[in-house]
């Protein structure tokens, strides 16, 4: 159930970032990625076993860390 409710979000989310994407040409890059970036996360859930589902989660909740704590340190260091 819950693999089939993270799919849905993302095909809803997919769908506002093409809705983005016509609407304002500004943002067609940013849209596209965005849309291809959900589709990759939408269908690690479908990995065959679950061994392989947690590893893909952790390592997806390591680069969020990772990212979180970069642009902290790039806030900080007057970057951004």
């Not at 095909?11 to 970032?17: E, G, L, M, N």
């Not at 590893?55 to 951004?80: D, N, Q, R, S, T």
């Amino acid at each position: 159930m819950i693999r089939e409710l993270v799919l849905l979000g993302g095909a809803a989310y997919i769908v506002i970032a093409l809705v983005q994407w016509f609407d304002n040409q500004t943002v067609q890059g940013e849209a596209l990625v965005f849309a291809g970036f959900l589709v990759i996360l939408s269908l690690i859930h479908r990995a065959p076993d679950e061994e392989r589902l947690k590893k893909f989660e952790m390592v997806g909740l390591w680069l969020m860390i990772a990212l979180f704590a970069g642009y902290a340190l790039a806030k900080a260091g007057g970057y951004v």
